[in-house]
């Protein structure tokens, strides 16, 4: 049995009907499980000796919408997580989709996996996922009065405010978007003949 079957039978004999769904793909698995059991799939991964993911190597948020240029069935907005067991020397990427895309929530793993805390709030800030149980869930890279969240991909290219510095009021002040919209198609230039082909 090969490595990554071992690690495939002990996700599926531990997370037992909590799997959701379990993919194989260029020699990674990828896992997915319900927002319900989330929390407690976690500590599972985290606790469980066949498993013993101790570290959480990265965490973000992922919007579905016109996922592939095409119409996406299912939840929008997704949580994945990248894991590595330093014992087993095996690395997992678990999923988790926000039921209500209106107001995406999921559960906070800060108690799990402590390094989860920066990156819960960025997801947040970027995509507005919500983790239930964060201590201290506000934003991280944008402006505290920053409007909307700018990697969903509904959020528009110009954003919604701009910044200046205003010398009347010797202060930097926010005002609505001056940049008319435009749509830019860029230039090509073909050389039929290029590189000698005819």
Not at 17 to 46: F, M, N, P, W
Not at 94 to 108: E, G, H, Q, R, W
Not at 134 to 161: A, E, M, N
Request: with cysteine; charged share 25%; aromatic share 10%.
């Amino acid at each position: 049995m090969t490595r990554l079957q071992t690690l495939q039978t002990a996700l599926s004999t531990c997370l037992g009907a909590k799997l959701q769904h379990l993919r194989v793909e260029r020699g990674e698995i990828t896992i997915a499980v319900s927002s319900a059991d989330y929390l407690d799939c976690a500590t599972l991964l985290r606790d469980h000796p066949e498993l013993r993911f101790q570290q959480l190597i990265d965490l973000c948020g992922v919007d579905y919408a016109s996922y592939k240029d095409q119409p996406w069935e299912g939840p929008r907005f997704c949580v994945v997580s990248h894991l590595l067991s330093v014992g087993h020397n095996w690395r997992l990427r678990l999923k988790v989709f926000c039921p209500d895309d209106d107001l995406p929530l999921v559960a906070s793993v800060t108690e799990v996996w402590s390094a989860a805390n920066w990156f819960e709030r960025e997801a947040f800030d970027l995509f507005g996922i919500i983790f239930e149980g964060h201590q201290d869930l506000r934003r991280i890279l944008t402006d505290y009065g920053f409007i909307g969240h700018p990697f969903r991909k509904d959020f528009p290219t110009s954003g919604h405010v701009e910044m200046r510095y205003d010398p009347e009021q010797k202060r930097v002040i926010y005002q609505p978007v001056t940049i008319e919209p435009r749509e830019i198609t860029p230039r090509i230039v073909r050389d039929e003949n290029y590189g000698g082909l005819h």
